[in-house]
């Protein structure tokens, strides 16, 4: 109750003060005073987004062993099919040999078995030998021919597996960490990949909006692909505050929104030939938006009292009336967009007066406390400074 009376004591002081200045002076308060007109609003609005190249691809080896050779090293750009890794080869080797004999001596089996055949064919025709003898030996060469084959399969297995002691790139892109050393011991079942391969010529941006600001920027579309076509493109604010060069384009919309943050998550695709973008990166997402026919103000001629927006009209007779307003929900800093309360032709005073002189003389006057407890909870307008008291 203290408060609320110095607060209405103060209030009738600027009150007074201002009644006093116009007694002193006879003169009419004057002030800067802006027609509205219509105009195109260009705005953007920034949302905070995470960069993932295009892949990002984990290298594990398809075989066992130690590591003899590292071919790259961290952050060095690789092309398909160029070896990053060589794994400790000597057992592979000597799995190939072995393969093969197996292949020799299975092909001369089978050799030998086929002559065998053609034997006792002949035999057979002649009625030498039984139909028994001769199918005998045509399931023997079957048989060894069965036995190659599978020697075979295991040559191309132990050749194969070869191979897989030198570890390729599987994709054009950029190393990243590489924890494994020479000498280290790797495994398919490793649970650290050797090292990260990351596409990065495109990279992914992703970032999410709400349920309403993307039906305001969609609406118009009847499907997916129509929606993300109406969607202009977009521009990248990086983490140093400066701006990407090239622009991008949204390409994917999850159908899903999260019920928990009623957001969508989007991506976007940005070329980035040179490499500044790097996967694991972060930076803001801006998005243009563009309003026609709007009418703008500046933000240092409005008054917020909770939470509302308010303004001073000037009307016909030279007064202002203290007149609400509704602003749209993004804005450059400097001004509002308004879409109610105002209209074209409307002039509005743009340079309030922030300070007041009170007489170090004056007095506020007494009053009985049931008396103040109801004045304090009414506004008071003072047409002299354009304010208004509580």
Request: hydrophobic fraction near 40%.
């Amino acid at each position: 109750m203290k408060s609320r009376i110095v607060l209405f004591a103060f209030c009738v002081a600027l009150l007074s003060s201002c009644g006093n200045k116009g007694n002193d002076t006879g003169k009419v308060p004057e002030y800067a005073v802006q027609e509205l007109q219509k105009t195109t609003a260009n705005l953007t609005t920034a949302y905070p987004a995470t960069i993932k190249g295009k892949q990002d691809v984990e290298i594990r080896p398809q075989v066992s062993g130690f590591i003899t050779k590292l071919c790259v090293d961290e952050g060095a750009a690789v092309r398909k099919g160029q070896v990053l890794f060589i794994v400790d080869p000597t057992q592979y080797e000597a799995a190939v040999r072995t393969a093969k004999a197996a292949v020799a001596t299975a092909e001369a089996a089978v050799s030998t078995q086929q002559m065998t055949y053609d034997n006792k064919k002949e035999l057979n025709k002649k009625q030498i030998i039984s139909d028994y003898d001769l199918a005998m030996a045509e399931n023997s060469l079957a048989q060894t021919k069965a036995q190659l084959a599978q020697a075979k399969a295991q040559l191309t297995t132990a050749q194969q597996n070869l191979s897989f002691t030198q570890v390729k790139s599987p994709s054009d892109g950029v190393i990243n960490n590489i924890p494994y050393r020479v000498g280290a011991l790797v495994s398919p079942s490793i649970a650290t990949p050797m090292t990260t391969v990351s596409e990065i010529d495109e990279v992914y941006v992703y970032f999410s909006m709400t349920e309403k600001e993307l039906l305001a920027m969609t609406k118009s579309g009847s499907t997916i692909k129509e929606e993300i076509s109406k969607i202009p493109t977009i521009k990248l604010q990086l983490i140093d505050g400066s701006t990407y060069d090239i622009e991008g384009k949204v390409d994917a919309i999850t159908g899903v929104i999260d019920q928990s943050t009623g957001s969508v998550s989007i991506r976007a695709i940005f070329p980035n030939k040179e490499h500044v973008l790097r996967s694991g990166g972060t930076a803001n997402v801006l998005i243009p938006y563009t309003m026609e026919n709007v009418i703008t103000i500046p933000q240092s001629a409005t008054v917020e009292i909770q939470d509302k927006k308010f303004v001073y009209v000037l009307q016909p007779d030279n007064t202002v009336k203290y007149t609400e307003i509704k602003i749209f929900n993004l804005d450059n800093g400097k001004d509002y967009l308004v879409t109610s309360g105002l209209n074209s032709g409307d002039k509005i005073v743009i340079i309030r007066i922030l300070y007041i002189d009170i007489p170090a003389a004056y007095q506020p006057p007494s009053f009985k406390l049931s008396e103040l407890y109801k004045i304090s909870c009414t506004a008071v307008f003072c047409s002299g400074c354009a304010a208004f008291f509580f």
